[in-house]
C-alpha cells in the first residue's frame, strides 16, 4: 500500500550546508543570516522591507501592534481561516468582527464586509464606531486563503472609503499575485508563513512585510523586547553595553539557524510553485475525468494562484446528500476510510465562529456564517507536494474513486 503524507517539504544539501555554517560560525541566535533571509523575501515580493518572526502567528501579532491595534477597538476578519488570524487580533487587545466568504474562492466577502459596517457602525468624530459596544473599527484582516489572494482592491476600497487599515494575512500566499503584483504589494502591511505546509519553511517562522520603513523599525524593535539596536548592529560596534529600552516588547525573533535553512529555501521557491501548480492542473484533470462529486479549487483570471494547498469541495448535488451536517458526516467517514488506504487528507482549515472559544465567548452560531460553515464541513485537502509523481497523483483520485463508489 502506497503512504501519501498530504505535504512534504522540499529539501536537498543546500539547508544542511547553511545550517551547519551557523553551527560554524557560533552565531545561533538572530542575526546576518536573518537579515539576508528577510532582504531575498521582501526582493521576491517586491516589497521594501522584511521582518523575520519565530511564526506567522508573532508576525501577526506584531504587525497588529506596530500598527496601533488595540483595547476598545474592533478588526473585520473572515470566518473561515485558520484560528491564530482572529487569535492574533484577541493577543493585541481587540476584538475580532467575522464576516462570510465565498465558497468558490475560500476568500473574505467584501459585500458582506460592507453590510457589516452599514449595520453595526455609527461614524463619530470621523471614526466608526460599533452601536452596540462603542468600540472603534481599527480595520480590516483579509486572508489570502491556500495561496489565492483574496479580492483586495474591493477591500482596499472599502477600507480607504471609511479610513480603515489593513494588514494581510498572507500566511499561505508567498508568491501569490494578482496580476504583476504580489501579496503583500497593495498598499498594506503583509504577514507570511514559513511552517511546513506553506511552500517553503524554516521549520517554524513568519515574516512580516512593509514598504514603510518606520514601521519596519518599530516593529523590529517590538520584536526584540523593545531593543532599540539589533544584536547584528551591536556586534560590529562596541558591544559591551546594552541598548536602550523605550518601549515594552516580545521576543519574536527568528534564530539564523531558520534564516540560513530559509536563505536555502527561497532559492527553490519558484520551482516550488511552477511544480505545485503544474501538479494541481493535473489533479483538476484528473478529477474533470474521474471524480464529478468533487469541485477543484478555481483560480479566477488574472490571479496566480500558488497551491499551497489544494482544496476541493464535495458537491452534495451529486453525491445526492440533503444538508451541510450530513455532507460533513459523510466527509469525515470518507476521509477516515482514506487514511486506512494509505491516503492522507485534511479539512481545508476551520469555520472559526464554530470553536468553542469564539462560540462562547461571542455566541455564534454555525448559521451565522453559511458559506464559513459549509466550507468547515466540506472542504477536503489533497497531498500535494514536490515529490508526488503521476502515479501518485493518479493512485489518490483512484482511491477517492473506489471509497466513494463502495460507502
Known amino acids: ?4 503524507p498530504v505535504t512534504k517539504p522540499y529539501f536537498d544539501e543546500e ?20 537579515v539576508e533571509f528577510e532582504k531575498k523575501i521582501a526582493e521576491h515580493e517586491g516589497i521594501k522591507e522584511g521582518v523575520a518572526t ?17 483595547p476598545g477597538m474592533d478588526a473585520i476578519v473572515p470566518a473561515f481561516t485558520f484560528v491564530a488570524t482572529e487569535n492574533s487580533i484577541v493577543a493585541a487587545g481587540a476584538t475580532p468582527v467575522m464576516v462570510d466568504i465565498h465558497e468558490e474562492t475560500f476568500n473574505v466577502d ?17 471614526k466608526l464606531v460599533n452601536s452596540e459596544t462603542g468600540n472603534v473599527l481599527w480595520g480590516i484582516v483579509p486572508v489570502h486563503e491556500f495561496g489565492l489572494c483574496c479580492d483586495i482592491y474591493a477591500i ?15 500566511a499561505c500566499a508567498l508568491g501569490a499575485k494578482i496580476g504583476d503584483k504580489h501579496q503583500g504589494g497593495f498598499g498594506n502591511t503583509s504577514c507570511v508563513s514559513f511552517h511546513p505546509r506553506k511552500s517553503i519553511t524554516t521549520g ?43 518601549v515594552a516588547g516580545f521576543n519574536y525573533r527568528m534564530t539564523d539557524i531558520q534564516g540560513g535553512m530559509g536563505l536555502a529555501q527561497v532559492k527553490k521557491l519558484d520551482f516550488i510553485i511552477d511544480s505545485k ?16 462529486e468533487l469541485i477543484f479549487p478555481i483560480e479566477p483570471e488574472g490571479y496566480f494562484h500558488t497551491y499551497q494547498s489544494y482544496v476541493c469541495m464535495l458537491d452534495l448535488k451529486k453525491l445526492g446528500i440533503g444538508s451541510v451536517e450530513e455532507g460533513g ?16 487528507t485534511r479539512q481545508g482549515t476551520h469555520a472559526v465562529h464554530t470553536l468553542g472559544y469564539y462560540k462562547n465567548r461571542f455566541g455564534y452560531k454555525a448559521e451565522d456564517f453559511p458559506h464559513a460553515y459549509a466550507c468547515d464541513r466540506l472542504s477536503i485537502t489533497l497531498p500535494l507536494y514536490v515529490q508526488m509523481t503521476d502515479e501518485d497523483q493518479q493512485y489518490v483520485i483512484d482511491q477517492f474513486r473506489d471509497v466513494i463508489d463502495n460507502m
Open 204 to 246: 517554524e517562522g513568519g515574516m512580516v512585510l512593509t514598504d514603510d520603513p518606520e514601521l519596519a523599525t518599530r516593529m523590529r524593535e517590538l520584536r526584540s523586547h523593545g531593543n532599540s539596536v539589533s544584536a547584528a548592529e551591536r556586534d560590529k560596534g562596541k558591544g559591551f553595553l546594552l541598548p536602550e529600552f523605550n
Open 110 to 126: 467584501a459585500e458582506a464586509v460592507r453590510e457589516i459596517i452599514s449595520r453595526d457602525y455609527v461614524m463619530k468624530d470621523g
Open 156 to 170: 482596499n476600497a472599502i477600507a480607504e472609503e471609511y479610513g480603515l487599515k489593513v494588514i494581510e494575512d498572507a
Open 277 to 292: 501548480r503544474e501538479k494541481a492542473k493535473y489533479y483538476n484533470e484528473l478529477i474533470t475525468e474521474k471524480l464529478p
Open 15 to 34: 539547508e544542511l550546508e547553511q545550517i551547519k555554517g551557523s553551527l560554524d560560525s557560533g552565531w545561533v541566535a538572530n542575526g546576518p543570516r536573518c
Open 1 to 4: 500500500m502506497r503512504k501519501i
Open 329 to 344: 458526516e459523510y466527509r469525515n467517514k470518507l476521509l477516515a476510510l482514506l487514511e486506512e488506504r494509505g491516503v492522507a
Open 54 to 70: 519565530t511564526s506567522c502567528t508573532t508576525a501577526l501579532h506584531l504587525a497588529m501592534v506596530g500598527e496601533w491595534m488595540g
